[in-house]
């Protein structure tokens, strides 16, 4: 895989790479990193492949992944309690935003997990977690691992990905060259590192959140188990949630794919 090889990866010394795998051809990293993570593998395991021939989206989609692009996961034991899970995506998007405007790509958030350049998705991000039975005398429930997966479009054209029913951009589109995986990958670990580490401290990453998002503000239809849901996304909560204020009243929102309505028109007035 070009630019990426275990040592190289191992060599930036980066605590979310304490254990590597680097993959030709997988099914999906998300698959493997599972696998490692039942069998007891440390926090800080990473698994990266050139291709995956079984890449999973969001709500079970298939998530394209030819040769070029970034396809990872992650292992991650963190500490905090269960509760805390739905942060990981909001956390996580804020690090890759951060890495990417690094490489010279400016990003917007779409909630929950997409990574948007121009308005075309350019990254995706899955967050999966497995709680622990809540034991000890506080009696709560904690993560007994979370595999967070990294969809990177990054040195391939959009076309490649063959993506027929939304607008996908690719780095190499955006920036007009390749970039080197292994210094994009050093941006990745180590912004999504620095802002795991302040999950607990919400407020903090939420403010970030809020200033490079461009879900609040709009009107939105989100479809959720079978329903839909229409309102403005008001705000992001400090449990993760988006809060949509609703005809209905404000709902809380942890999952869902969402829709940006069109505006109506405003119409001016002649003073
Ligand atoms: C989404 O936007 O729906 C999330 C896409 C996540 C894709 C990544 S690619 C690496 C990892 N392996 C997978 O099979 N999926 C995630």
């Not at 275990?6 to 979310?16: A, C, F, K, T």
């Not at 029913?165 to 920036?175: A, G």
Request: hydrophobic letters at 40%.
């Amino acid at each position: 895989m070009s630019g990426l090889s275990r040592e190289g990866i191992e060599g930036l010394r980066n605590p979310l790479a304490r254990v590597v795998e680097v993959h030709g051809a997988l099914t999906s990293t998300q698959e493997r990193a599972r696998e490692l993570a039942r069998s007891g593998t440390p926090h800080g395991s990473l698994v990266i492949a050139g291709v995956q021939t079984g890449g999973r989206g969001r709500l079970g989609r298939h998530w394209g992944s030819p040769a070029g692009g970034l396809w990872m996961s992650l292992v991650l034991r963190p500490e905090f309690e269960a509760g805390f899970a739905a942060r990981i995506t909001q956390t996580a998007a804020v690090g890759v935003a951060r890495a990417l405007g690094e490489v010279g790509v400016e990003v917007r958030i779409k909630w929950p997990n997409d990574l948007l350049a121009g308005g075309k998705k350019i990254c995706g991000i899955l967050a999966e977690s497995m709680v622990r039975n809540a034991t000890g005398p506080a009696k709560v429930p904690r993560l007994e691992y979370v595999v967070l997966g990294v969809g990177m479009n990054a040195n391939l054209d959009p076309e490649d990905l063959r993506v027929r029913d939304r607008e996908v951009t690719t780095i190499r589109s955006e920036v007009g060259h390749d970039v080197d995986l292994l210094s994009l990958l050093r941006a990745l670990l180590s912004n999504i590192d620095d802002e795991l580490g302040r999950i607990e401290d919400f407020e903090a990453v939420l403010e970030e959140w809020r200033n490079l998002n461009c879900t609040l503000g709009e009107e939105v239809r989100v479809r959720r188990f079978g329903e839909t849901v229409e309102g403005r996304a008001v705000d992001l909560t400090p449990e993760g949630a988006l809060l949509l204020a609703t005809p209905g009243g404000a709902v809380e929102l942890f999952e869902g794919e969402i829709e940006q309505m069109v505006r109506e028109p405003r119409l001016e007035s002649g003073d």
